[in-house]
């Protein structure tokens, strides 16, 4: 792993990804907030019950949606601090803007 142009690049990909599925996820439970106001303002004015169960439908595909999105956010989060630590470890990265970045993105990622 001495190769650091790779090293960055590696740094760069796994960041990006990160940050990616953090919006990916933030959006997903944003949508499935706005279907759980659709469907309570469906049943609350009586709406067809093909109507309301349609909504369910959307809200629970927003709910798959969701766990899927956290999967992946925890794999790629995990994939990225394993980097970090290998590249943390070696003495040619010790102050690295790349590094700094991808712990950035890690910390980020991971609240």
Known sequence: ?????????QLNIK???????LKEHILYAKEA???QRKLDKLIANNAEQWDVNSARRILEESHRMIKD?????????????EL???VKSQPEFAEDVELLHAEEALEEASV
């Open 33 to 35: 907030e706005e279907q």
């Open 15 to 21: 960041s990006g990804v990160a940050k990616r599925l």
């Open 84 to 86: 970090v630590l290998r």
């Open 69 to 81: 999105s956290d999967n992946r956010l925890g794999k790629a989060v995990q994939d990225l601090r």
């Open 1 to 9: 792993m001495s190769n650091k142009p790779a090293v960055h690049r």
